[in-house]
Every structure is written in C-alpha cells, then in structure tokens.
C-alpha cells in the first residue's frame, strides 16, 4: 500500500460535495470520536456549521490510498424492514436469538472485520473453560436451546440471514409498531458469502449476482435455501434499541449510521472515525451521478478486509436493499488525515 499526498483541487468533485452532510455525520460519532485520535477536532468542528468545508480544508491534509494487490472495491449494505411477532405464532416462527448469557468476546468488536479469516472472535465460558460456539446448522437444531432469550420471531430463515449479514433491522410488529435491533455478538465461525459460494457452483453468473437475485434464488426452494444458508456457520445474535435511540441503526461506534455517509471499513488500515473522500465513477445509483462524497468509517464488517475496501450504508427499507445489493463497483479512497497527526 502507498499513499500520496493530494490537494483539495486533486479530488474530483470535491468542491459539489456536501460538505456539512458530511459534517454532521462527522459530529454523529462525537463520543467515540473525542476519545481517538480526533481528539481536539470535536469541539472545532461543532462551531463549524455553516463552514464546513473550511472544517475539512483547515483541519486536514488528502492522502491518496494506492494497493497493489486486491482490487479496491465499495459494496453496500443497508437496514432491513421486516415483519416480526415478539411472540411465536403461525407463520412467525423463525427465532432472532439474544445474546447468550455466556458468550464472552475474544477480539474486541472494533478489530474484528481486521482479523485472520479463521480467528475465533467470540466463544462461549462454561466450568471447563473457553469452548467453541456452536455452528449455525448446529443453533437451527437446538445446541443452544434454554441458553439464549428468543427476541423476535420473523417468517422464514431468509429474511433472518439477511438480518444478520446486514447487522441489523427494522421491526414492524403486528400493532404496526416499528422497533430495531442491533448485532450483538456472534458465535465466532467465520463468514462465508452466500453469494460467491453460488457463484462458484455455477449457481448464478457473476456479473448477475446481486442481493436481489441472491434472495430469489433461495426463496424458490426453502429446503435447499436452509441448507446452502447453513454453508455460512457465522451466526449473529441481537439486541432491541431502546427506544430513546431506536430512530436510526447504530454502528460499531454505537452510534448512529448516516445513509449515504457512513461507511464500513477494515480498521486495520482505516481507523474509526476517519473522513474518507470515496470515489466510485462507476455507481450512479445513489445519485444519478458519479459517486463522489465525503464519508465517515463509522462501521466494520466481517467481510471488509483491506485497505481500499468499504461498505457504504444505503439506509432501511427495501428500495435501500435493491440499490445497496446491487453496489460492486472499482473505488478510490482517499484518506483525510488530521494535521495535528501529520506533525
């Protein structure tokens, strides 16, 4: 990986951007902000409504980020509404599973999209000591039945896997209610893409593979749908927002997500909290134009591994999902480095 350093007037589109969206999703982060290594920026960029573009112009230097090997790439990701029952019924059965009480964390949630595939992120402590959690296929067959509060119940095991790969959703309940629930925690097995893993097996094309075309594949055939799904061991327990903060998902920093601004990265070359200028020629889907904006990396994600690799939130609902599932484009990245740091 090299990094060259730009000026303003080396960042296309820089200048259209919307400078105090970016601000403020900058600003939404404050907290987790104030105790990294942005420390001393929260409180000038809170003054800085109005001026934002001067705030990044002033405060920070462009640094171009260049690899080479790994094709840089921006996908999507986005919140889920779905219908839910607090309580099992006919036709909701399908369990959205609580954190178990035993569950201890082995690599902290910020590191854990920069670990080694195979690292175990999370096990269980019984009186034996550390032990594996049990694998996806394993919890859909009982192995932790009475260890963990069943939350939710949703309508099939589709809807519930997208659920865990995005990290959250949205919940209306029967009464027309809407709730949110968050990731929090997961059994330690490593993430495998549904969507490669079809494409290897000759299942889909590549160049049609989007999220939508993923979840009809598995819709038209629930049983062979329960067993490819089983492929990926990964398994992601929630918790309900409260609802003082359920108006938006929240993020790894515990803070709210920003459509459109905030975005996933691997922390091991992107630290949380950073502006990153992500240019993406090629998606217009966001905008109607060539993707280039200012985001913050207010997220990490099992699959975001690299230093030009990111995941930009789309928002909820199911016209977010059709444009965030369908994001696969070439990216450029370019890192807003504070100048205090640079000195």
């Not at 230097?61 to 839910?84: M, S």
Request: proline residues 6%; contains cysteine.
């Amino acid at each position: 990986m090299t990094i060259e350093r730009l000026t303003w007037a080396d960042l296309d589109g820089w200048s259209d951007d919307d400078h105090e969206a970016a601000l403020l999703a900058f600003l939404s982060a404050s907290v987790a902000l104030d105790s990294s290594g942005f420390r001393g920026l929260v409180e000038s960029a809170s003054a800085a409504s109005g001026r934002a573009r001067a705030f990044f112009e002033k405060y920070f230097e462009p640094h171009r980020v260049a690899i080479d090997a790994n094709t840089p790439l921006l996908t999507g990701y986005f919140e889920p509404e779905v219908l839910a029952s607090r309580t099992r019924i006919s036709g909701f059965d399908v369990p959205l599973h609580a954190r178990p009480a035993n569950l201890v964390t082995i690599v902290s949630e910020a590191d854990r999209g920069s670990v080694p595939v195979n690292t175990r992120t999370h096990m269980l402590e019984t009186p034996s000591g550390l032990r594996v959690v049990p694998t996806r296929r394993e919890i859909d067959q009982g192995a932790l039945r009475g260890q963990c509060r069943e939350l939710f119940y949703v309508a099939d095991e589709i809807d519930r896997f997208i659920m865990q790969v995005q990290g959250s959703a949205a919940l209306r309940l029967q009464d027309g209610t809407l709730t949110r629930v968050t990731y929090d925690g997961k059994n330690g097995h490593p993430y495998t893409s549904l969507g490669r893993l079809l494409v290897e097996r000759g299942e889909i094309a590549s160049h049609e593979m989007t999220l939508a075309r993923l979840v009809a594949w598995l819709k038209s055939d629930p049983e062979r749908a329960r067993h490819t799904i089983w492929a990926n061991e990964s398994y992601v327990f929630f918790r309900e927002l409260p609802s003082e903060v359920a108006s938006a998902p929240i993020g790894v920093m515990g803070t709210p997500l920003v459509p459109g601004r905030s975005l996933a990265v691997d922390p091991a070359h992107n630290p949380l909290g950073l502006p990153v200028y992500v240019e993406a020629p090629d998606l217009i889907s966001m905008t109607g134009a060539p993707f280039r904006r200012l985001m913050i990396a207010h997220d990490v994600g099992s699959a975001i591994k690299g230093p030009v690799r990111g995941d930009l939130f789309v928002g909820t609902g199911a016209e977010a999902g059709r444009i965030a599932g369908a994001i696969k484009h070439p990216v450029r990245f370019t890192r807003l480095h504070p100048r205090s740091a640079l000195r």
